[in-house]
């Protein structure tokens, strides 16, 4: 049975701090006409109480995809990622790191905790964009997540 219909959105948390991706990634999936609704938390923390549905995100929804920046204030990437793989409700969600870092330390560091991807994100906004695409191709066309 499939876990959702065709009706339904995809949900998608970015875990980002900086507007300017978050907004070129917010276009991009409106230019590949997914039909996702799109949560932002703009620091670790944020982003662990969305995922518990704690405080004001109660009624947050479940994601069946996360996009998570490494470099975040509060609680880094590494520390969410951690929390979020060793958290039995949580850890079958996919998690792609979105994030600059192509240092090999964070990439060895991230499959260590059992991150799905690893994309370093290009300066060049062009190339940003088909990094995007690329997510949603594969992660929302290609893949089958788990049910929710």
Same mark, same amino acid.
Do not use: C, H, M
């Given at each position: 049975m499939s876990r959702r219909s065709s009706s339904e959105p995809i949900e998608i948390l970015m875990v980002e701090d900086n507007p300017s991706d978050v907004r070129l990634t917010v276009e991009a999936f409106k230019d590949a006409k997914v039909y996702n609704n799109m949560s932002v938390a703009e620091n670790g923390e944020e982003a662990m109480s969305f995922l518990r549905r704690e405080g004001k995100y109660a009624d947050s929804p479940r994601p069946?995809?996360? /996009? /998570?920046?490494? $470099?975040? @204030?509060?609680? $880094?990437?590494?520390?969410?990622?951690?929390?979020?793989? #060793?958290?039995?409700?949580?850890?079958?969600? @996919?998690?792609?790191? /979105?994030?600059? !870092?192509?240092?090999? #330390?964070?990439?060895?560091?991230?499959?260590?905790l059992h991150v799905n991807a690893y994309?370093?994100? @290009?300066?060049? /906004?062009? #190339?940003?964009?088909?990094?995007?695409?690329?997510?949603?191709?594969?992660?929302? !066309?290609?893949?089958?997540? @788990?049910p929710k």
């Open positions: 069946d995809l996360i /996009l /998570l920046d490494l $470099n975040l @204030p509060k609680k $880094n990437g590494r520390e969410v990622l951690a929390e979020i793989k #060793q958290d039995p409700s949580l850890k079958r969600i @996919p998690v792609v790191i /979105l994030t600059t !870092s192509d240092d090999e #330390q964070d990439i060895l560091k991230a499959y260590d994309i370093r994100k @290009p300066v060049d /906004l062009e #190339q940003f964009i088909k990094i995007v695409e690329a997510v949603e191709d594969f992660w929302l !066309s290609v893949v089958k997540l @788990p």
